[in-house]
C-alpha cells in the first residue's frame, strides 16, 4: 500500500494497481472502506481541483459498505491470482457464509497483515495456517470455515499435513493414459 496523500479524513492510496480514497465511517471504532477512482477523480484530488468528501459522498451514496468491502476484496484477488469473475463471486460467497471470517479477511485485504484480535476455531487462527501450512492468506481463511464447518476433518487433514491433489507431469499422464487403454483393450 503507497499512501499518496492524506486530506482530513480522507486517505488517498494506491493499492492492488489501483488507486482508492479510504474513510473511516465507524461510530466509535475504527471502520475503513475504500472507494476505487478513476483516473481523473485521482487528479483532480491530487490537484485540489475535486474536495474528497465530495466524491465519497457521490460515489459512496450508490454503493453499500458491503459492496465496497467486496469490491476491494475482489481487487486484491485479481492481483494474486487469476480467478474468473464466476470464481471470485464463489470465494465471496463462501466467505459471505460465515461474517466474522468475511470481515477479518477484509481487514488483511486492508492492511496486508494478519489481525492482531484474531477468529480462533479449534485453536487455529488464519495467522498459524498460512505460517505453518502450505496456504495462501485466502487459502488460510477459507481453512477457519473448513474448520468450523467439519472440524473433525479439518484436523484430520491438518494432522496428515494436507493432503493435496496429486498433480503428474506429462510423462505420467501419457503412462496413466496408456495404462488405461490397454486395460480398454483387454475389454
Known amino acids: 500500500m ?35 477512482l478513476t483516473e481523473e477523480e485521482f487528479e483532480e484530488i491530487q490537484k485540489e481541483q475535486t474536495v474528497p468528501a465530495s466524491i465519497v459522498n457521490d460515489l459512496g451514496g450508490r454503493c453499500s459498505s458491503e459492496e465496497l468491502r467486496t469490491a476491494l476484496i475482489k481487487d486484491y484477488l485479481r492481483t494474486v491470482s487469476d480467478y474468473s469473475e464466476k470464481r471470485l463471486d464463489l470465494i465471496i460467497q463462501k466467505l459471505n457464509s460465515h461474517k466474522d471470517v468475511f470481515f477479518e479477511f477484509y481487514e488483511y485485504v486492508l492492511y496486508e497483515e494478519f489481525s492482531d484480535n484474531p477468529i480462533v476455531v479449534e485453536g487455529k487462527t488464519a495467522r498459524y495456517l498460512a505460517s505453518n501450512y502450505p496456504l495462501s492468506p485466502l487459502g488460510a481463511y477459507n481453512y477457519l470455515i473448513y474448520l468450523r464447518d467439519m472440524p473433525e476433518k479439518a484436523l484430520a487433514d491438518l494432522n496428515a499435513g494436507l493432503p493435496r491433489r496429486k498433480v503428474f507431469d506429462e510423462k505420467r499422464v501419457m503412462e496413466i493414459q496408456e495404462l488405461i487403454r490397454g486395460e480398454k483393450s483387454k475389454s
Open 2 to 36: 503507497n499512501i499518496i496523500k492524506r486530506c482530513g479524513r480522507f486517505v488517498l492510496l494506491e493499492q492492488y494497481g489501483n488507486k482508492y480514497i479510504q474513510y473511516d465511517v465507524g461510530v466509535g471504532k475504527e471502520e475503513l472502506l475504500r472507494i476505487k
